[in-house]
């Protein structure tokens, strides 16, 4: 008999109650942990799905953006997928998914991350790997970078906006970046029960050129200084990001930070002394492909026209065949056109953040296309290498 599935955007209270236990079972958690997180979140945030009227998971939304090609395109961000072990299997969770990806759709998102614990379920939904996350890790006696152009000014009572405009003058210039969820820039400053959070200014108050959030821990492998959230604006300031590292090397053991899978902080060192200890994909689905193309931003110096044909099982409004014309750094699209360069709505996902070029996807087996549609695609989706420093 198949399962009746009912998909609700409206959660009672009795219905956060049973999703914190579900979450708690997911995530090895206590319970305290996912209140904390709910509450963090805003329960109006909160997908559920019922089977025979019984609550069997959910999941978060959080309604943001993530920057392509210097524009802020709208996202939303999928966190704490949880579903009832007893309803696992019964594909509650692909039609969660799926009812959530129809909601965003008819309200005009044009793109939705998630980070996986596994890839299949959301491939199935057309999620593909759109981006890296990387810890980088160095220990202090190798940074040996000594010269500190600039003063630091210890910050006390913060919150986020001390740091927004310089967070999104980086944003806007790093492929893939987040304009940050309250939620996420709250667990950025914000130290739990175990932590205490430092931070500092780089530059005068009144000037600042960057700044940087860390955390320090005693471990079994020694004290670890982790940089939670950094933004450096100039040469001066990288300097003096790696010199006031460097001036912790008595009591700290190794630096940890977040960046690219390619970091060019790296290139201020003088070895190849610093490697990466954790990496991981985070993946992306184009929910609505017009907006998606024309709301990104493209190589200012590219003109050109490229005939796509899309295929979406699940948004029947992303099918077809679409012309994308750039010109100025920007994107314009029209229904139909040749349809030179074909691919699944999945496949489309690291085509779209340059996480792949399109030569290495035909011969990946995930996209057909002409010897010209391939090259103008590679001119028009050319980017650094996607990343975002923030785990969701």
Not at 10 to 29: G, N, R, V, Y
């Amino acid at each position: 008999m198949m399962a009746q599935f009912e998909y609700s955007t409206l959660a009672h209270p009795q219905d956060i109650q049973q999703l914190k236990h579900i979450l708690e079972q997911c995530f090895i958690s206590a319970f305290d942990g996912e209140e904390a997180y709910i509450n963090l979140i805003g329960v109006k945030n909160f997908r559920i799905i019922r089977v025979s009227e019984q609550l069997a998971g959910g999941l978060a939304t959080l309604d943001m953006g993530q920057w392509w090609g210097g524009q802020r395109v709208p996202m939303t961000g999928i966190a704490a997928v949880g579903i009832a072990p007893e309803y696992r299997g019964s594909g509650t969770a692909i039609a969660l998914m799926q009812n959530t990806l129809k909601e965003l759709y008819d309200r005009g998102i044009a793109i939705s991350a998630l980070y996986p614990a596994v890839q299949t379920l959301y491939r199935k939904v057309g999620y593909e790997q759109g981006g890296s996350w990387c810890i980088w890790e160095i220990a202090t006696q190798n940074i040996q970078v000594r010269e500190q152009p600039l003063p630091l000014q210890s910050v006390e009572n913060i919150n986020h906006q001390v740091f927004y405009q310089l967070y999104q003058q980086q944003a806007r210039q790093t492929h893939g970046y987040l304009d940050r969820h309250p939620a996420i820039w709250e667990r950025i400053i914000q130290p739990n029960e175990k932590e205490i959070v430092y931070t500092y200014l780089i530059g005068t108050k009144d000037q600042p050129q960057g700044y940087i959030i860390f955390t320090q821990e005693r471990t079994n492998d020694g004290e670890i200084l982790f940089v939670k959230d950094w933004v450096l604006s100039t040469v001066a300031a990288a300097q003096t990001f790696w010199a006031f590292l460097a001036n912790h090397r008595s009591q700290i053991h190794q630096v940890r930070w977040k960046s690219s899978a390619i970091d060019s902080l790296t290139l201020l060192l003088p070895e190849q002394t610093a490697k990466i200890k954790n990496t991981s994909r985070w993946m992306l689905r184009v929910v609505d492909v017009v907006k998606a193309l024309e709301l990104r931003g493209y190589p200012p110096a590219i003109q050109a026209e490229l005939h796509l044909e899309i295929q979406d099982t699940l948004l029947s409004g992303n099918n077809g065949k679409f012309i994308l014309s750039v010109a100025n750094g920007r994107g314009e699209v029209t229904r139909g056109g040749k349809g030179e360069l074909q691919l699944d709505i999945r496949e489309f996902a690291p085509l779209y953040t340059s996480l792949f070029t399109p030569y290495h996807l035909q011969i990946a087996g995930k996209l057909n296309g002409t010897e010209t549609a391939i090259l103008t695609a590679t001119q028009i989706f050319a980017g650094a290498s996607p990343w975002m420093a923030d785990f969701f």
